[in-house]
């Protein structure tokens, strides 16, 4: 009688642990978007999408990606430097993909809503966070000033 009554709640805690070990030892990718990254020696700015693995299992992220609103011809901007693929360990350094604002000027009057992901080997994607609504507009971004409008 004392073994079963010992029993449930040990193996209950047991089964506790298990899960709690479970959900932290997983794969946890954080993406950050920065549109305005500036080379100081050729003075190019351009854009920079940074995967980070902050989680306890490698991951392979396969592609990186910028994905507008819908709307547009596009719905994903695949970014040529990140479809090699790059296997993120637990601690390694992050993976950085800088791309040019070529063609991005059509996007400019959503460019808040254009997030960054990357997808891994077994297809989940991770995504950025939005722009905080303070955030400066990218120097791709055309303002429009009050006499190109009066024009329209």
């Known amino acids: 009688m004392t073994a079963s009554v010992l029993g449930m709640p040990l193996g209950t805690a047991g089964f506790a642990m298990s899960i709690l070990t479970y959900l932290r030892d997983r794969a946890m990718v954080r993406i950050t978007l920065q549109w305005k990254m500036q080379n100081t020696k050729t003075g190019?700015?351009?854009?920079?999408?940074?995967v980070t693995n902050s989680g306890r299992r490698p991951v392979f992220i396969s592609i990186v990606a910028l994905e507008p609103p819908k709307g547009f011809d596009h719905t994903h901007l695949v970014l040529e430097q990140s479809i090699g693929g790059t296997k993120l360990g637990e601690g390694e350094k992050p993976m950085g993909v800088l791309f040019p604002y070529d063609?991005?000027?059509q996007y400019?009057?959503?460019?808040?809503?254009i997030r960054?992901?990357?997808?891994?080997?077994?297809?989940?994607r991770y995504y950025s966070s939005l722009p905080r609504k303070d955030a400066k507009a990218p120097p791709w971004v055309r303002v429009q000033t009050k006499r190109e409008i009066d024009k329209l």
Do not use: I, Q
């Open 44 to 50: 190019e700015t351009k854009g920079l999408v940074r």
């Open 103 to 105: 063609g991005l000027e």
């Open 116 to 124: 960054a992901y990357a997808e891994d080997s077994t297809g989940k």
């Open 108 to 113: 400019t009057e959503v460019w808040r809503k």
